[in-house]
Structure formats: structure tokens, C-alpha cells
């Protein structure tokens, strides 16, 4: 089992920035993904930006420009950098992280909310 305890959000005004971590202990393989979600009221869950255990990344295109993920592979942790925010950045902000192609661990989720 993988555990996942993210950190980082809270409220904030546009135009803001925010981090948030993610730290990942447990049964974690050399070779993974991780990233983040997030899920808005009445909305699904959409992508925002992956990470692969090499560092290439993946951006949604509403936050590219903006948001910069990262991650330290001896911490096992994964960080969002989330700048220029927007209201509509509002959401539930979900970490994940993907190994041995079927496994697939979700964070508790930390709360983003930027007011106009």
C-alpha cells in the first residue's frame, strides 16, 4: 500500500500563488507518476499536471504558464507551484500516483479557494 498526505492549500486572492506538497511513503516502486487533480462543486475530476520518476511533465492547458510541477524522487514527494491564480482555480486539489501500470493511489485532497 501507498500512503499520500498532501499540504499546502487554503485561500487566497487572484493573482495569488500557493504550494502545494505531497509526500508518498509506503510500498513506492523506483519507477511511478505522480500528479495532481483537482475536482470543482458539481464537476468532475480533471488532470493538472503529471510528473514521471525521469521528471518529464504533463500540463492541462488551462494551467500551463502558470502552474509548475516538481517533485524530489529521495523525498518521494511531488509539489504544484500554482501562480497567477485564477476563481475558476477553485477545487478540491487530489495528489495521485501511478506504478506497476494497474496501481493507482489517491491523496485525502486539499482545498484550493481563490476569491476575486
Known amino acids: 500500500q501507498v500512503q499520500l498526505v498532501e499540504s499546502g492549500g487554503g485561500l487566497v486572492q487572484a493573482g495569488g500563488s500557493l504550494r502545494l506538497s505531497c509526500a508518498a511513503s509506503g510500498s513506492i516502486v523506483s519507477f511511478n507518476a505522480m500528479g495532481w487533480y483537482r475536482q470543482a462543486p458539481g464537476k468532475t475530476r480533471e488532470l493538472v499536471a503529471t510528473i514521471t520518476d525521469g521528471g518529464t511533465t504533463n500540463y492541462a492547458d488551462y494551467v500551463k504558464g502558470r502552474f509548475t510541477i516538481s517533485r524530489d524522487n529521495d523525498k518521494n514527494t511531488v509539489y504544484l507551484q500554482m501562480n497567477s491564480l485564477k476563481p475558476e482555480d477553485t477545487a478540491v486539489y487530489y495528489c495521485?500516483?501511478?506504478?506497476?501500470?494497474?496501481?493507482?493511489?489517491w491523496g485525502q485532497g486539499t482545498q484550493v479557494t481563490v476569491s476575486s
Open positions: 495521485n500516483l501511478r506504478q506497476l501500470v494497474i496501481q493507482q493511489y
